[in-house]
């Protein structure tokens, strides 16, 4: 079966870094598009940051300059490095996959939390 499994959360202080990470098992990695999500409470999920299966990169006017995606198909794994972080980036963040208009896949998220 299918799975998204997202990593390197944690309690960092306000300009400090995280790297996440999003492991993926039972797709073809190397076809999918893949994006990282956000999700703070009270608030809709939003996309943060997108790599095509071709390595094009979309970010979020929020996160420019600040996050990059990337991604390793030869470890089925997507990565986002977070500098600069901010307290209003503190939210869980999700990893998805998507090919065509019917295989979309999520993690089940991690927890990343800016304060001093």
């Known amino acids: 079966q299918v799975q998204l499994v997202e990593s390197g959360g944690g309690l960092v202080q306000p300009g400090g870094s995280l790297r996440l990470s999003c492991a993926a098992s039972?797709?073809?990695?190397?076809?999918?598009?893949m994006g990282w999500y956000r999700q703070a409470p009270g608030k809709q999920r939003e996309l943060v940051a997108y790599?095509?299966?071709?390595?094009?990169?979309v970010y979020a006017d929020s996160v420019k300059g600040r996050f990059t995606i990337s991604r390793d198909n030869a470890r089925n794994t997507m990565y986002l490095k977070m500098n600069s972080l901010k307290p209003e980036d503190t939210a869980v963040y999700y990893c998805?996959?998507?090919?065509?208009?019917?295989?979309?896949?999520w993690g089940q998220g991690t927890q990343v939390t800016v304060s001093s």
């Open positions: 998805k996959a998507a090919w065509g208009l019917s295989n979309t896949y």
């Open positions: 790599i095509s299966s071709g390595g094009s990169t």
């Open positions: 039972g797709i073809i990695f190397r076809i999918y598009a």
